[in-house]
């Protein structure tokens, strides 16, 4: 039933895949809020636990609405298997605790969610997971951390906030030489934008809780990948471990990846509008968005993604002084870090998502005083613009 859409267009897939009507023939997918499912005969419980016959036997394990989820997002990342869970941390969290050792060594961009940077630095490491960082964009570099026991790469593409691009084609390349795996997670392009498998990734990771819900309603994540990497270590793990996602939040990601196309596309044009009238604002420094010509990576960013995203950073001039007046100065854009939602969220990286990274390293990245991070919203264009005009001309 949902393989026949594995051949059709992506909106058609975001649409329809997954859902295998019931009896009552509804229409939209149903939510299934039960912790365990029935069986017709003790032989057939017998059967279903012992993995002889395939079925629900419990929702930590499966849930209808889950697997709706799931198969939608595998069809959409061009993926074997998803496994959805309860967080994007608790997606990264999973696929590193079924796939790794103790003893294995991880390469990291440098340039990657706080978070993720205190998982692997504060816990993984309590497990013999040693990890070591690289700037994203220096494949020299990559390739120089990776030791005998480097079992994966990770990173984020395009980075956060300021924009930069990895090359996933030469970094798979350098995984496969190597016999590592590349690990993406795929939080700002979404599969609408950037499909890192199609490139030679091994596995996609999400928060969905951004673009894949895109209305800033539910927290989620998803691990995508091969059948045996995806569908038995990292599930087995999740089934094991617990962190799995509910049916209520897989039913609202799946209204979200419905229209996930057509809001990345505007995301993405409003984003581009707004990146080019603040290039050419005297109060502005610099603007980080790769779909300006004069990114470093504009070029690659164009080969390897459909579009340039919603997320743009850019560097006012006087500071931090001039930054916080700038985002004072907005009525209605959320002052707040997170990003991907249908409003748009204005941030100040340095005393916030990046606050606790030491003065140095957070220059070192480039995340200077006056730089501010934009998610843009699905608002009207010329209403963002007036809001930032406002705080520019104060500042
Ligand atoms: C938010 C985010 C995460 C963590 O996701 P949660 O759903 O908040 O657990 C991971 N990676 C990136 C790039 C993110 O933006």
Redesign the pocket.
Known sequence: MSEQFSDKGFATRAVRAGHQRTNEGEHAEPIFPTSSFVFDSAEQAAARFGGDEPGNIYSRFTNPTVRTFETRLAQLEGGESCVATA????A?LSTFMSLCVSGDHIVSSRSI?G??RVLFDKYLSRFGLHTDYVPLTDIAAWEQAIKPNTKMLFL?TPS?PLNEIADLAALSALAKKHGCLLVV?N??CTPALQLPLQLGADIVIH????YLDGQGRC???AVIGDAQTVGEEVYGFLRTAGPTMSAFNAWTFLKGLETLEIRMQTHSASAMHLAQWLSAHPKVNQVFYAGLPTHPQHLLAKRQQSAFGGIIAFEVKGGREAAWKTINATQWLSITAN?GDTKTTITHPATTTHGRVSPEDRLASGITDGLIRLSVGLESVADIQAELQRGLDLA
């Open positions: 967080s994007g941390m608790s990264i969610f978070t993720t984020e956060n997670d939080c700002f928060s969905a809780t951004k927290i989620g994540g990003l």
